[in-house]
């Protein structure tokens, strides 16, 4: 009985660890912004802390029930510190935090909550080995199985229900109730203890949780007054209130302001007046500010087809920004992803105006890709024309924004023969296949023929601003060289440029780190990653089954943010599908490490090494063969990782002085490795197919150690 209620124990614990970690990776997108890059900070500090729960030996030898009470404290915990981390570090109202503040959030939250999970793996695999009568490498393995079971689980109850129905501290507190319920469940002798401890926390805390909600969402948009919140499948969404005025936060990040005629006129007008005769218009994004009204002051435009990947922004739009998205029957407004809308919709158009903030983030960068322009450009008209358009400087352009317009302007020649380039505040791109008019007079001309009144894009303003000297000292400042890359969905160069952008307003260390990292050749990685390699088997000495875990726990984190990553690209909705995503990970974790231990003989490290080095190559030729996919390579690569931590456990516990917890550490060291490297560092700066060498290069000594070492007995 009692190895049945710990069996129970220790499956809550994967099931509350992954529901915790989808819940705050979600949440430090929001904090940064929307960028995937929190993903690789977040599960590295996530290992890190758990590896360090493992392995050092605090706090003596805690019991299963202790620290199931302290996982139940600490997830809310961790919580209110990610909330209240623009509190602490926020400078001004509305700023999006930099690496730094990042990093320590992440750190000192992930700090409080990981290392009980960790311990309660030790813990675990302690007691059942006791209380089975059966060796510490086979209880292990069993507790593993038990985890990754749970957190399976655990990623299908997050994705199909509990981030759907229910609030950040609602979760927490339902997880608390549950965590609470098991360590009575374990102290126990009868089964009314436990029952009892559920339903009075059921009862007690869901209004500590819609308090704590709501307080926290004030403390993270301090400033602004929070007028309402929508936490979608597709992102995080505020509406927040100041000195008159409203906006819209996406993930953080406040996309749209109303009112604000401004940057109503300038997102379609410039593109619009480009065009001989505007009657079939593409908006994506972007529609909540005034545009689309804009657009309708063309006289001759017929429809406009307005695209938006999350529904709920048109329909805060309709509530709370009067008159955004007026009633005539030529809007069009479609609630899907903007490339499946150009990709799949058969009519061909006159304008396609991408009206989205820059490429900071994967999802965002995918609409400024060679790939993309490529859609784009069959979906137009004979003469038509795709239009961008960027925050910059009238009379000076940094370095670092002028490598971000030159990678753009030469990844839309990569597609279009005629590129013009409007200079401005606002930089606008037009790209067509045919000779584009965008001389001062012609705009002015089509403006007051068509009677578009405007206050800001005018005749008065347009002839200042687009003087032949403007013009000719933006084209020699941006004119790509042979050394500019052209963006694309698995090289977003562009989102590593405009993160370097953004990261000099920041100053100092960010931005050094970014110029550094960006000037370092995907050579000298490749030595330092042969090195650390290397380096392993004289710590360890040779030992196959160290040496191949921490090899796999590197390459598997690797790959899981590659998959993340590159569905963003591909896809665009990793927001909606994170926690789905995780879950066949870790259904894939558990199948793997079952089989493993229904072997009658210990298997062979070396297939198992071979086939872990070829899952990164399979991720980057197999995703965009379909989003579905994904969750099959999910599924597979977390079978590869599980399988070969049950293997190496067979070999790793011939000895049976061996710590529980060491292995385990270090297959959770070499993921933290994993996660910062790729999620950080690599894909950014070198892509997806030079991070998938990179992972599978890792491979190459562990392999060769396994290979010799392959008839070591074990058990």
Not at 131 to 143: F, I, R
Request: glycine share 8%.
């Amino acid at each position: 009985m009692q190895t049945a209620k710990l069996r129970i124990a220790l499956l809550l614990v994967g099931f509350t660890s992954v529901i915790a970690q989808v819940v705050l990776m979600r949440e430090l997108m929001v904090v940064f912004g929307g960028n995937e890059i929190s993903l690789g900070i977040v599960l590295s500090c996530w290992l890190v802390w758990t590896a360090v729960g493992s392995a050092v030996p605090w706090g003596g030898s805690p019991s299963v029930a202790r620290l199931e009470v302290l996982v139940a404290a600490a997830f809310p915990v961790a919580l209110l510190v990610v909330r209240s981390s623009r509190a602490v570090f926020q400078t001004a109202r509305g700023e999006v935090l930099g690496f730094g503040p990042l990093l320590a959030t992440a750190f000192v939250a992930l700090g409080l909550f990981c290392p009980f999970c960790g311990r309660l793996y030790t813990a675990g695999t302690r007691r059942l080995a006791k209380e089975t009568g059966s060796l510490v490498g086979s209880a292990g393995a069993s507790v593993y199985f038990l985890e990754t079971a749970g957190s399976a689980l655990g990623g299908l109850a997050a994705s199909l229900w509990l981030v759907r129905a229910f609030a950040p501290f609602q979760i927490a507190a339902l997880l608390a109730g549950l965590n609470l319920a098991a360590a009575a469940m374990l102290l126990a002798r009868n089964f009314w203890l436990p029952l009892a401890c559920a339903l009075s926390m059921l009862l007690a805390l869901p209004p500590a949780a819609r308090y704590a909600e709501r307080s926290t969402l004030e403390s993270f948009w301090r400033g602004f007054r929070l007028v309402a919140v929508r936490n979608t499948a597709y992102s995080n969404l505020a509406v927040l209130e100041t000195e008159g005025s409203r906006s819209l936060a996406e993930n953080g990040l406040v996309v749209t302001t109303v009112p604000d005629p401004a940057a109503a006129e300038e997102a379609v007008h410039v593109p619009l007046a480009a065009h001989p005769d505007p009657r079939r218009i593409v908006l994506v994004g972007g529609g909540a500010n005034g545009s689309i009204a804009e657009i309708l002051k063309h006289p001759g435009v017929a429809f406009v087809d307005y695209v938006e990947l999350d529904p709920a922004v048109p329909e805060l739009a309709r509530q709370l920004f009067p008159g955004a998205i007026p009633a005539d029957p030529r809007i069009r407004v479609h609630a899907m992803d903007g490339r499946l809308f150009l990709k799949t919709w058969r009519e061909r158009f006159d304008v396609i105006v991408i009206n989205l903030p820059e490429p900071r983030t994967t999802q965002l960068n995918r609409f400024y890709t060679a790939e993309f322009f490529g859609e784009a450009a069959r979906r137009l008209e004979t003469g038509g024309i795709l239009a961008l358009a960027f925050p910059a400087s009238e009379n000076y352009l940094s370095p670092e924004a002028v490598r971000f317009l030159q990678c753009i302007y030469q990844t839309l020649r990569e597609v279009f023969p005629r590129v013009a380039v409007l200079p401005g505040e606002t930089v606008h791109f037009l790209g067509s296949f045919r000779a584009l008019e965008t001389d001062t007079g012609t705009l002015i001309e089509r403006l007051d023929s068509r009677r578009v009144e405007t206050a800001y894009i005018s005749r008065y303003q347009l002839p200042f601003r687009l003087t032949s000297m403007r013009r000719a000292q933006l084209l020699e400042q941006i004119a790509p060289d042979a050394a500019t890359p052209v963006n694309r969905d698995f090289a977003p160069v562009a989102c590593f440029f405009d993160l370097a952008l953004w990261s000099a307003r920041f100053g100092g260390l960010y931005r050094d780190l970014l110029e550094q990292a960006g000037r370092i050749p995907v050579w000298a990685i490749a030595a330092a990653l042969l090195l650390l390699f290397g380096a392993l088997p004289l710590a360890f000495r040779s030992d196959a089954a160290a040496v191949a875990t921490a090899a796999t726990g590197f390459t598997m984190m690797g790959v899981e943010i590659l998959l993340l990553l590159g569905f963003q690209a591909l896809y665009g909705y990793v927001y909606q599908q994170l926690a789905l995503l995780v879950a066949a990970f870790m259904a894939g974790m558990a199948l793997g490490s079952w089989a493993a231990q229904r072997s009658k003989t210990a298997p062979s490290l070396v297939p198992v090494q071979l086939l872990v080095a070829a899952a990164p190559f399979a991720i980057c030729v197999l995703l965009p063969a379909g989003n579905g996919i994904a969750g099959v390579m999910a599924l597979v690569c977390g079978a590869l990782g599980g399988y070969q931590f049950g293997a190496a456990s067979r070999h790793y516990f011939v000895d049976p002085n061996r710590s529980a917890g060491k292995l385990y550490a270090l297959d959770l060291a070499g993921s933290s490795i994993g996660a910062l490297a790729a999620g950080v560092y690599t894909i950014p700066v070198f892509g997806f197919l030079r991070t998938a060498a990179l992972l599978t290069l890792a491979n190459a000594i562990p392999a060769w150690i396994a290979f010799s070492a392959r008839r070591t007995p074990a058990r």
